[in-house]
């Protein structure tokens, strides 16, 4: 996309982690910055791994310093800087924020907002997993205790809260700019996460709770804003959707539609499904998620099928693949799941 856009006469940049770090293409971007603190107060402060070092991840810390003393901090310094740069080109900003990426660190301000008494346990039926296929869930489990969690939690809430603080300085510099009136602003991030849901504190799972993301886009002028659409879209959707937004017609043999039928009426028909797939080792997991349900398979359904209703079970804790009265419903997911099946 940022290659895309260069050779149609954009200014592109990326500051902080918008690919895997070191994975940029040679042509992507005008500047790439990677601002990092040049001092330690930062990673300094009260917190702990809160598997006492059994995992080199699970820490937090509640920071001594500021904002900027943060690589966030920085990138959003940097990104604004680059906005206010004078320049004849349109530009095309892609702005990594690091958090709510493990280590969980942020100042310690962003932690006061979240009295540990008050951040809920994990809840779910205690008999969850029985239904659940052994590949769903990744072999290697942390089994955080009650305190331990709620400590993540806490700690997740805060890393995002500094992230939303530090997307929010960016946002107002882009109001205050000449750019506002004609500048789309698309905000995600890659994968959600588990907190202790299934009894799992990560991601790579195809469970809601990791294969949603937030989206959120932003036309100037467009009304009415912050309508919301529920038919489920995917991130590849992103570049047809920008060049389209851009006026640009995208190369040929991309992976998903544009979406911008959905953004001028949200309540519109949609009938593509969102696709995810995660690796257990050599076993491929796939899943489609509908407007109403969630249909798994993996190793093809030879290691384990789920369904599950969102109309009545939002948290996925009954899998449904195995019910009659379901049967119907699993065989139009199938046969959409093969259909997607990608070609060798
Ligand atoms: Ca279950
Ligand atoms: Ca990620």
Not at 136 to 157: C, D, I, M, S, T
Not at 308 to 329: F, I, K, R, T, W
Request: net charge neutral; proline share 10%; aromatic share 10%.
């Amino acid at each position: 996309l940022p290659q895309f856009l260069r050779r149609n006469g954009y200014f592109t940049a990326r500051v902080g982690k918008v690919y895997h770090d070191g994975m940029d293409g040679p042509d992507d971007w005008d500047v790439q910055l990677d601002p990092r603190p040049t001092s330690n107060i930062g990673r300094t402060g009260q917190g702990r791994n809160l598997t006492g070092g059994k995992f080199a991840f699970f820490h937090w810390i509640a920071a001594e310093g500021t904002d900027e003393d943060q690589p966030d901090g920085l990138i959003a310094r940097e990104a604004i800087r680059l906005l206010n740069e004078k320049r004849e080109k349109p530009f095309f900003l892609a702005v990594g924020f690091r958090k709510p990426h493990d280590p969980y660190v942020a100042p310690k301000k962003y932690f006061e907002p979240y009295p540990l008494e008050k951040i809920p346990a994990p809840e779910g039926p205690a008999d969850d997993e029985n239904d659940i296929p052994s590949a769903a869930l990744p072999p290697v489990r942390h089994n955080l205790g009650v305190e331990e969690g709620r400590e993540f939690r806490r700690a997740y809430y805060a890393c995002i809260s500094f992230m939303d603080a530090q997307f929010g300085k960016l946002l107002a510099a882009l109001e205050a700019s000449p750019a506002a009136s004609n500048t789309l602003i698309v905000f995600f991030g890659d994968n959600g996460l588990h907190l202790g849901e299934h009894g799992w504190w990560n991601k790579v799972t195809l469970f809601e709770r990791s294969a949603r993301v937030p989206l959120i886009i932003a036309l100037p002028g467009s009304q009415p804003p912050g309508a919301v659409c529920r038919q489920p879209v995917e991130l590849v959707s992103l570049y047809a959707t920008l060049a389209e937004l851009a006026g640009l017609s995208p190369p040929s043999g991309l992976q998903a539609p544009s979406i911008v039928p959905l953004l001028r009426a949200p309540d519109g028909p949609w009938h593509r499904p969102a696709y995810t797939v995660v690796t257990r080792g050599k076993t491929l997991g796939r899943s489609i998620r509908t407007a109403r349900y969630r249909y798994t398979e993996w190793d093809e359904g030879r290691q384990g099928v789920e369904l599950y209703d969102h109309e009545m079970d939002p948290q996925e804790y009954h899998n449904l693949a195995a019910d009659p009265s379901y049967s119907g419903v699993v065989r139009q997911l199938k046969r959409l799941l093969a259909a997607s099946k990608p070609q060798p």
